[in-house]
């Protein structure tokens, strides 16, 4: 099975900001929609962002104004800019794409985002 590789993330204080890519290595395909999600200790895997093939961006209520997710497609990879991180943000962090010709999702193996206060 492909995995999607996620780069970036490691420590941080509160305040700082941190960027996170994601590539599909080796892809020729178009991919739909790209995704980040975030997992934390003993919680359930929820969606910070998605961006659409057209650009459209959608985000969850506690990163508004924090984070801006944008891709590439050249490259079939997406970035997640993260500024003003929170200890809250602390985390997991999971890319996903779509292929867009058959809706299937690939996702990445994760990548930890550790804030400090």
């Known amino acids: 099975q492909v995995h999607l590789v996620e780069s970036g993330g490691g420590l941080a204080q509160a305040g700082e900001s941190q960027r996170l890519s994601c590539v599909f290595p080796?892809?020729?395909?178009?991919?739909?929609?790209m995704g980040w999600y975030r997992q934390a200790p003993e919680k359930q895997r929820e969606v910070v962002a998605n961006?659409?093939?057209?650009?459209?961006?959608a985000y969850v209520d506690f990163v508004k104004g924090r984070f801006t997710i944008s891709r590439d497609d050249a490259k079939n990879t997406v970035y997640l800019q993260m500024n003003s991180l929170k200890p809250e943000d602390t985390a997991v962090y999971y890319c996903?794409?779509?292929?867009?010709?058959?809706?299937?999702?690939?996702w990445g193996r994760g990548i930890q985002v550790t804030v400090s206060s």
């Open positions: 961006i659409s093939s057209g650009g459209t961006t």
């Open positions: 080796g892809s020729s395909f178009s991919i739909n929609s």
């Open positions: 996903r794409m779509t292929r867009a010709s058959s809706g299937f999702a690939y």
